[in-house]
């Protein structure tokens, strides 16, 4: 298997998945957002972090602020910083009007709160988000490069950029966000990214990293041959 340096964490909202991927020590961290809590059935939002905030305790969990006003999210910033040290509240790089959340982003980070900074899909945006950050408090800035490539562009020469434009920001990691697939873990180290969000399917398949092809070859004829087998297939 390939040596991995860079910081592997679980994306999603399912609470026995989450506790037991802490328990097996199999992530060095948990991402959610709205999106996976409302697919995960999570009806509650508070509830439902405290209860994995009361499991996992030692390492960094990112809950999203939900409203799309700049005071409340300010407000929902404040509050979800109070549950527990080892948080990163992420903000939206901008909310639904387009409006970039910058001057939050700067007053928050400001007072010491670790910032997860979300829904990145430029470099530009990036910049701008580097101008609002402090060197010596905890940040993530996360970089969408998964659905950059799903519009056909390749994202490796923007995250190499992202990753000279953080550099001079010593406590701020780049989080390749959305992988599709394996090999993105490998890209985004490659990369310079300090972390990679995967969802259960891709850890299932880190196995895989660095097996020899031509035994995966004949374990997928192996497969074609018992499967045809079972199924009693006569021509």
Known sequence: MKDLTIK?????????????ASRSKSVDGFTTNPSLMRKAGVADYEKFAKEVLAEIKDVFISFEVFSDE???MEREARKIASW??????????????????????????AEGIPLNITAILT???????????????PSIVSVFAGRVA??????????KECAKILKPLPKCELLWASSREVLNIIQAQDCGCHIITVTNDIIK???????????????TVKTFFEDSTKSGFKI
């Not at 964490?9 to 609470?15: C, L, R, S, T, V």
């Not at 056909?152 to 923007?158: E, R």
Request: proline share 4%; hydrophobic share 40%.
């Open 70 to 72: 700049i005071d409340q």
């Open 150 to 159: 799903d519009t056909g562009v390749d994202p490796i020469s923007a995250m």
């Open 123 to 137: 470099v530009e945006q990036v910049k701008n988000v580097a101008s609002c950050l402090r060197g010596d408090v």
């Open 84 to 109: 527990g040290k080892n948080i990163h509240v992420k903000i939206p790089v901008q909310n639904t009007k387009g409006i970039f959340t910058g001057p939050l982003i700067k007053k928050l980070h």
């Open 8 to 20: 592997i964490f679980a994306d999603g909202a399912n609470k026995d998945d989450m506790i037991a």
């Open 205 to 219: 398949k880190l196995s895989m990293l660095g097996k020899d092809l031509n035994e995966l070859s004949l374990d």
